[in-house]
């Protein structure tokens, strides 16, 4: 039995332990996980952290700039913003396989981390924001065979190619006790809460071809999706509520012509792990609501459809 404040101080004493006076380069994603661990970091050992945010140009609506503000302003933590998208979207450019858009972003993401450790003369130690249920994930799948589901990159692969020790110090939480940390810490209730965001971002929830178009396209629909959700006051009763973009196109009509435009998927899940996930059951007048907004306010989108499966048999993201 422990508490979140005692948590708090052994992790501090263990970073410090393991980085005695080295350099600690940590990667935010934007996500709750990554966060927390760099500004208990920040908190155990200081200056000697460096933190890089990697544009990928498959953010959400106005991500970048709020993790900006909040470790810059709110923390006072310095913050190296690295504007990757259109190297990002000229690697994917052609490429629909999903596990090798995984691994592309995956790749690159080193690639740049190792451009910018160079730049600070090089760290001895990578920070990651990694949980419990990501170690056991990326290993096996639930009570199944020893299967790659999907390859996490969050997981494995950096140190070797790196040469930098591992520093995970939420490698033994949960969300819900990362979360806790969080607060602990004094991040905002409204970061804190925040839903999860995989690594890879957009790009795993636009099957097929990603393009900066089709990103742009995907995050007006997620923005009006999570602002629904949001003023329907649902959005703490769910694990992770987001748009996909289909690569399928559909024939309808507006005002009195036709249009032949994108499906757009909406999914929402509850979980306390994101190990198994139950659709949340929104009632259908909520659904048609956010299905009207979207048709009429996002071009390039004309149907609107609900995911129905929990997780088993389906995954929480679409790839
Ligand atoms: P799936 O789709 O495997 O997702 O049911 C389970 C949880 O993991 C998140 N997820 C990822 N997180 N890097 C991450 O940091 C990834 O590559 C990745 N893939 C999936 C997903 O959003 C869900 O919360």
């Avoid at 935010?28 to 050992?45: P, R, Y």
């Avoid at 006051?233 to 032949?260: N, S």
């Avoid at 299905?291 to 995911?307: K, L, M, P, S």
Wanted: hydrophobic share 40%; net charge negative; glycine share 10%.
């Amino acid at each position: 039995d422990w508490t979140m404040a005692e948590y708090r101080e052994t992790k501090i004493r263990e970073i410090r332990d393991q980085v005695g006076d080295g350099k600690v380069i940590c990667g935010l994603s934007g996500g709750v996980d990554s966060s927390v661990a760099a500004i208990l970091i920040h908190e155990a050992i200081g200056e000697q952290l460096t933190c890089v945010f990697v544009d990928h140009g498959l953010l959400r609506l106005n991500e970048r700039e709020q993790v900006e503000t909040m470790f810059r302003d709110h923390y006072n933590i310095p913050l190296v913003v690295v504007d990757a998208e259109e190297r990002f979207m000229a690697g994917l450019a052609g490429e629909t396989d999903p596990e090798k858009k995984r691994k592309f972003i995956g790749k690159t993401f080193i690639d740049v981390f190792e451009e910018e450790a160079k730049k600070i003369g090089g760290a001895d130690f990578l920070a990651q924001g990694t949980l419990y249920p990501d170690v056991i994930e990326s290993v096996s799948f639930t009570g199944g065979p020893s299967v790659t589901i999907k390859s996490h990159h969050n997981v494995g692969g950096l140190p070797e190619r790196m040469n930098m020790q591992l520093v995970e110090p939420l490698r033994e939480l949960f969300k819900d006790e990362v979360r806790e940390l969080g607060r602990e810490l004094g991040l905002p209730d409204i970061f804190v809460g925040r839903h999860p965001f995989p690594g890879p971002g957009l790009a795993i929830r636009i099957p097929g071809e990603v393009t900066k178009e089709r990103c742009d396209i995907l995050r007006k629909a997620d923005a009006i999706y999570l602002e629904e959700i949001r003023n329907a006051g649902l959005y703490d009763a769910i694990w992770q509520a987001f748009a996909v973009l289909l690569p399928v196109k559909t024939v309808g009509v507006m005002g009195d012509g036709r249009t032949y435009d994108s499906v757009c998927g909406l999914r929402a899940v509850t979980s306390t792990d994101g190990m198994t996930a139950d659709v949340y059951p929104f009632d259908a007048g909520f659904l048609t609501q956010v299905a009207t907004r979207i048709v009429n306010e996002v071009q390039g989108i004309n149907r609107v459809v609900y995911d129905y499966t929990s997780k088993p048999p389906g995954t929480i993201e679409w790839e």
